[in-house]
């Protein structure tokens, strides 16, 4: 009497637990969406990535069987990974990228502790705003490039100059990515703050902060492809150590195979610091989304 009759089970209307088991998917349709999703942008990235090699070796052949070009040969895929792996096995290729990741941090950092609280000026004040949008405007346009020489004679160290340079490249996308995303704060949440009591701090750290994240972190995302391509020039200024100054000495020694292994190196590079900020911006899109 203790075990349950399937007859009985039936006629009752019930369904034992193991044939609703059995009859669960193993995935539901949101997951096989999301898995469905993430297969076909994996499928559209390798698609990608072979077409770039395809390209490149075709390239690669057409320098090699060139007569005036094919000295360039070891621009090609095999010589260029050749290296790539030799570089890395002997440890230059980290050696070549710590000074210039040191430098574009730092540089970095300045756009960033400089553009944030101008940006939030820019933003609040319409005033301060429309003064200074033309002097800013302007500076924007200017290539950092050609504060090279002024950075050379104001800084006592090349790494300043170069820190320097970065910086002024940097913190134009901060400011404005900044500015845009405080001006489209929506104003109740400032009334509804100062009526229950809240100072400027708390304005500052509990409303505009939090809000403008998700926009301080795209202007950080694009300031960081702005010094990423500042870099190399830059470290041009005698400097001997960083990607740029690898790049430099490989072309002044004729080795192109160490001179591409060293662009695919900045290649990488950017990419994945790119990625981890968008990854970044992504888990703040509940700002927007709300």
Not at 44 to 49: E, M, N, R
Not at 104 to 119: Q, T
Not at 249 to 264: G, H, P, Q
Not at 278 to 288: E, Y
């Amino acid at each position: 009497m203790s075990e349950t009759s399937p007859i009985i089970t039936r006629e009752a209307g019930f369904t034992p637990a193991a044939a609703v088991a059995g009859t669960r998917p193993f995935l539901s349709e949101d997951m096989k969406g999301r898995l469905s999703g993430s297969l076909e942008s994996l499928g559209y990235t390798v698609a990608g990535l072979a077409l770039l090699v395809v390209v490149w070796w075709v390239g690669g052949r057409m320098v090699e069987a060139s007569d005036d070009l094919y000295a360039f040969a070891d621009f090609a895929p095999a010589p260029t990974l050749l290296r790539l792996r030799e570089m890395i096995a002997t440890g230059e290729a980290f050696q070549i990228t710590v000074p210039s990741l040191v430098r574009v941090a730092s540089g970095l950092f300045w756009a960033i502790v400089i553009g944030v609280p101008v940006g939030i000026l820019v933003g609040a004040i319409t005033g301060f705003r429309k003064l200074t949008n033309v002097p800013f405007q302007f500076l924007r346009m200017i290539s950092p490039l050609s504060w090279m020489p002024i950075a050379v004679m104001a800084f006592a160290t090349w790494e300043g100059a170069i820190v320097f340079l970065i910086a002024v490249a940097a913190i134009w996308p901060v400011l404005f990515s900044t500015a845009s995303g405080l001006r489209r704060i929506e104003p109740s949440w400032f009334k509804v703050a100062r009526n229950l009591g809240a100072r400027p701090w708390h304005m500052l750290f509990v409303i505009i902060l939090p809000a403008i994240s998700q926009d301080i972190l795209a202007g950080i995302r694009l300031a960081l492809g702005v010094a990423w391509i500042i870099l190399v020039p830059a470290e041009y200024l005698g400097v001997t150590s960083g990607l740029g100054y690898a790049i430099n000495d490989a072309r002044d020694t004729l080795e192109y195979d160490r001179l591409a292994a060293t662009v695919v190196i900045i290649g990488v590079i950017g990419f994945s610091l790119d990625t981890l900020l968008q990854l970044a911006i992504a888990k703040l899109s509940w700002l927007r989304s709300s």
